[in-house]
């Protein structure tokens, strides 16, 4: 069991860049693969970006590919996600979550997650 806390969204401009930050706790955070996630209103929450339990595996979302980072600082307990050149596409919820395995886009085998921060990226 880890607890999950998400922070860092904003109201932002198309093209800018923001940081997200996921804050871990209650379990060794280097054991677990991880990944971002969101959901826009009215679709369903899909996979943004996994990361494996060293950060030396990721994998990106076709939409995000290029734009966002994802990274992990395990002695901060602490998981992040760089979205520069941000598009109103991107406006959604974003949720950390944990998994015990190889990490994939499967929301159904990530077993701890956070409670959402929200970006809005609108002019």
């Known amino acids: 069991q880890v607890q999950l806390v998400e922070s860092g969204g904003r109201l932002v401009q198309p093209g800018d860049s923001l940081r997200l930050s996921c804050a871990a706790s209650?379990?060794?955070?280097?054991?677990?693969?991880m990944g971002w996630f969101r959901q826009a209103p009215g679709k369903e929450r899909e996979a943004v970006a996994t990361?494996?339990?060293?950060?030396?595996?990721?994998h990106y979302a076709d939409s995000v590919k290029g734009r966002f980072t994802i990274s992990r600082d395990n002695a901060k307990n602490t998981l992040y996600l760089q979205m520069n050149s941000l598009k109103s596409e991107d406006t959604a919820v974003y949720y950390c979550?944990?998994?015990?395995?190889?990490?994939?886009?499967?929301?159904?085998?990530?077993?701890?997650w956070g409670q959402g921060t929200q970006v809005t990226v609108s002019s």
């Open positions: 979550a944990t998994t015990g395995r190889w990490p994939t886009g499967r929301e159904d085998e990530y077993d701890s």
């Open positions: 990361i494996t339990r060293s950060g030396g595996v990721t």
């Open positions: 209650g379990r060794t955070f280097s054991s677990y693969g």
